[in-house]
């Protein structure tokens, strides 16, 4: 038994002469939530597709659970479930009746089941109204619903949290991290949301324009991007930056505050921060602040995406 | 885990879409549909026959309507005046919703997520919409016979009255009760294969199209294009050149004798065709993206 629920490589979809995904390559462990970070457009939904076989690649190879998808596609997919782009049901039919209808073609599910299963996403209380009375929130609980049963291990959620208020944010990552932890279920979690990827996932593959720009274990993503921040007034900006390269730091940024300072940030990580300390006191800088720079997922994720970015003329928004 | 069987998957799958069907109102939709037409049947019969009889100008006429006109007869006609245009339309518009509306809406996406080979969603969209085909010809056989035998009388013999334009021979003949029960029945089951070959049709149209609107406008207009020019006057040189020429079997069972040569003959046509409008429209979804 393979230790990761999808082994992936080289998936590539092309429309016409747009490369839609270009030789993604992923390796997600068993047991764990597995982020897939990317802006929108970026070609995760379409890998997700890809990956569930509900369209074709022009290339990939594909295992799940140890198992070739394009050959034996229907057995892996009973153990499998997924919300793709958004959860879409038969709203005339109850929470209930769309799981009982939804699931018994994946195998045998008993009352006990759905009922146990609507229980976990906190839906019990409404598991007898029509689903059009449900509001987005809902409706993303019961489409995990539906992914978990009838005893699936592997479930895709397509951005899970989009349209959803701050609480329903956080149940839905408590709800996450419990199916994980509770149930060792692997979770593949498509998001172009990076604080939810940060606060939930294990490993992150970060893609854009249909290609990766990295894969790592979530703790360790931040290594390589560490800094180290000075603050001092305006007056000391090149007394203690001329100190520090001295000493062999190198200047990242250099970035005005409103308050008259200057915020310098240097590459390295916080054992050089007595170092720093000492070099700059001896140039007698007078120091407002210094400390370890706590770079976000997003940082790097703007770090990573910024050159790749080409649509910058029609999205006027864009860092 | 048991896994449950390709048959099992397809029977569960077409309980699920008759399930959707009912919770959709489309049964008492078309039962609402259904039963205006007969009632406007009956109120055109009795204006007729009120008419004539006042006149006197068309003795032969009231005579034969007031011998003939029964429950059988009555059932006969709305069926005539149903299977042709009404329920076509009924199929034509569900059957494209039930696909390419669900393809629109994703929730085609939804079933397919599960472990069920795509020919077997389609197949069940077949059979759930022949089983509605079904329901539709049960609820106006009963429907029609009910005002029939309440307002004229239960049986009777049957007046068949000019079907050159259906069966191409000139003849009009008195079919006794004792075979117009028969008939009654025959021409109700011959009809459930011409529904089913518009079911198909229709399916494969959606699965072509994918947009809910197209894949009505096009066939439905097709089909009565062909209808029309099959039974309009002056037109019918083009008749044996009509893709639909083959599908109403049941008129050659109001036929004396049963034309059963005609039903065997247009009766494999259209199964033929039945056939390949399924597997055109499975292999075309087979291979769609979702």
């Known amino acids: ?319 | 885990m048991n896994s449950p069987t390709t048959m099992c998957q397809i029977m569960g799958l077409t309980a699920f879409e008759c399930r959707k069907l009912w919770l959709q109102k489309r049964f008492s939709y078309s039962v609402a549909v259904l039963t205006v037409t007969t009632i406007l049947g009956l109120t055109a019969i009795h204006l007729r026959l009120a008419k004539e009889s006042s006149a006197q100008t068309c003795a032969w006429l009231v005579e034969i309507m007031g011998k003939y006109v029964n429950g059988v007869n009555f059932s006969i006609a709305i069926l005539g005046a149903t299977v042709f245009t009404i329920m076509p339309m009924i199929i034509g518009i569900f059957t494209a919703t039930c696909f390419a509306g669900e393809q629109e809406l994703n929730q085609l996406r939804t079933i397919a997520l599960r472990p069920v080979p795509r020919w077997a969603i389609f197949l069940s969209k077949f059979l759930a919409m022949s089983i509605f085909s079904m329901f539709l010809l049960l609820a106006t056989l009963t429907l029609s016979y009910a005002v029939g035998a309440t307002f004229f009388r239960p049986s009777g013999d049957i007046f068949i009255w000019d079907p050159a334009m259906l069966v191409n021979k000139q003849q009009q003949f008195i079919l006794p009760e004792s075979k117009a029960w028969g008939r009654l029945f025959l021409i109700y089951a011959l009809s459930w294969f011409t529904l089913t070959y518009l079911v198909a049709l229709f399916l494969m149209c959606a699965a072509l199209f994918k947009k809910t609107a197209t894949a009505i406008i096009l066939p439905l207009g097709f089909y009565f294009s062909c209808y029309f020019i099959e039974t309009m006057p002056l037109m019918e040189l083009l008749k044996d050149f009509l893709p639909t020429r083959y599908i109403f079997i049941g008129k050659y069972s109001m036929a004396d004798p049963i034309l059963w040569g005609a039903i065997a003959h247009d009766g494999l046509f259209t199964l033929a065709f039945t056939a390949l409008f399924l597997a055109i429209g499975g292999f075309v979804f087979n291979s769609s993206d979702l």
Request: aromatic share 6%; with cysteine.
């Open chain 1, 1 to 319: 038994m393979s230790d990761y629920a999808i082994e992936a490589s080289g998936i590539t979809k092309r429309y016409g002469s747009f490369v839609a995904v270009d030789r993604i390559s992923l390796r997600v462990p068993a047991g764990t939530i597995f982020g897939f970070l990317g802006p929108n457009g970026a070609g995760k939904t379409t890998v997700i597709k890809i990956l569930l076989g509900l369209i074709t690649p022009d290339a990939a190879a594909v295992a799940i659970f140890g198992k070739d998808l394009f050959t034996r596609r229907n057995e892996i997919v009973r153990s499998v479930g997924a919300i793709v782009e958004a959860p879409v049901f038969f709203e005339y039919m109850t929470a209930r009746e769309n799981l009982h209808y939804l699931t018994r073609v994946s195998g045998p599910v008993t009352r006990l089941q759905i009922q146990d299963t609507l229980r976990t996403v906190g839906l019990e209380a409404v598991a007898d109204k029509p689903v059009r009375t449900f509001s987005y929130g809902m409706k993303q609980r019961l489409g995990i619903a539906q992914a978990l049963l009838p005893d699936n291990r592997l479930i895709f959620l397509d951005e899970p949290t989009n349209g959803l208020d701050p609480h329903g944010i956080m149940g839905i990552r408590r709800l996450l991290r419990q199916l994980r932890d509770e149930r060792g279920i692997t979770i593949f979690l498509s998001s172009h949301l990076l604080s939810e990827v940060e606060q939930v996932c294990d490993h992150v593959n970060i893609i854009n324009h249909g290609a990766t720009l990295r894969e790592a274990v979530v703790a360790d993503l931040g290594k390589g991007h560490e800094r180290l921040e000075v603050q001092v007034a305006e007056a000391d900006r090149g007394k203690a930056t001329a100190a520090l390269r001295s000493e062999g730091f190198e200047l990242a940024t250099d970035e005005p505050l409103a308050d008259t300072t200057r915020l310098l940030l240097f590459r390295g990580g916080g054992e050089h921060l007595p170092a720093m300390a000492r070099a700059l006191v001896a140039a007698g800088v007078d120091i407002l602040r210094l400390g370890k720079n706590h770079k976000t997922l997003e940082d790097i994720f703007v770090e990573l995406t910024h050159d790749h970015v080409s649509d910058h003329g029609a999205d006027r928004f864009r860092v």
